[in-house]
């Protein structure tokens, strides 16, 4: 039964948007397997797109990193949050933006002014070690006189080779908190983050699969606007997550790797 659920996703299927962390690779360790699903669809011309939360690497960065690790991965072929923000604060003109973020990223970032003092925009992303409590304060003052917060993502937790650790959307839902203002989320479950990698890829929400080790984000924010939803058995995925959430995947594989031989 569950072979004939699988052949039938599948057989409407025309392209997928894979996550790449905890699904790829955890940590600099490629997972068994990861490789040669890119291989599968390079074979069988089926279109693709990365789509990330990550936030401490520039799309150059994490473009080349890819490479290094055996994934042949076009730069275009990478929808990352912090892209997604760029194209979203292009939208509003030049704003001047106070900038959480790792130095790695503000590069991708260079084309607006910065101002710790009068900026219309605070964007959070990931700082490492950097977030202190004068960071904080001052993104709170900032909201406090207007500016918008607009988050890269609201990720609870990420998997790193040491386990689960602590993800940006503690800090987002702190300011949201202390300041009662909501922020703007860029990255998944966000739908406009989905319309823009479908938009890239030029299918239809029906024509495309979401495959992800986060069920609220990736599974649960691509069913919401249309796509199919794959839960991978790696990374952040824990049975118990799993089992309290009301989102159901449309098919759960034990690693990505299984997608390869369904192609």
Not at 40 to 46: G, I, S, V, W, Y
Not at 58 to 83: F, V
Request: hydrophobic content about 45%; charged content about 25%.
């Amino acid at each position: 039964m569950g072979d004939v659920v699988t052949a039938e996703l599948f057989s409407h299927i025309k392209g997928l948007l894979l996550d790449i962390n905890g699904v790829f690779y955890v940590g600099n360790r490629l997972l068994p397997g990861a490789a040669d699903v890119i291989k599968a669809l390079r074979d069988r011309d089926m279109p693709f797109r990365i789509v990330t939360n990550n936030t401490n690497e520039s799309l150059a960065t994490l473009h080349r990193n890819l490479n290094k690790m055996g994934l042949p991965i076009k730069q275009h072929e990478i929808i990352s949050a912090p892209y997604a923000a760029v194209l979203y604060l292009r939208q509003r003109g030049k704003p001047k933006c106070f900038l959480l973020l790792d130095d790695k990223v503000v590069s991708d970032f260079q084309e607006f002014p910065v101002s710790e003092t009068d900026a219309e925009v605070v964007v959070v992303g990931d700082m490492g070690d950097g977030w202190t409590y004068r960071v904080l304060n001052r993104a709170f003052h900032l909201i406090m006189k207007g500016a918008e917060l607009v988050a890269l993502h609201k990720g609870r937790y990420w998997q790193w080779e040491a386990g689960l650790q602590l993800d940006i959307g503690a800090f987002v839902a702190g300011l949201e908190y202390s300041t009662e203002r909501t922020a703007t989320v860029i990255g998944k479950p966000s739908s406009s983050f989905f319309k823009l990698a479908l938009d890239d890829l030029g299918l239809t929400a029906d024509e495309v699969a979401m495959v992800g080790d986060d069920i609220e984000a990736d599974v649960g924010g691509a069913q919401a606007m249309g796509l199919k939803g794959i839960l991978v058995k790696t990374g952040k995925y824990r049975d118990t997550f799993a089992e309290k959430s009301d989102i159901v995947p449309d098919l759960t594989l034990a690693s990505v790797a299984a997608i390869a031989p369904m192609l």
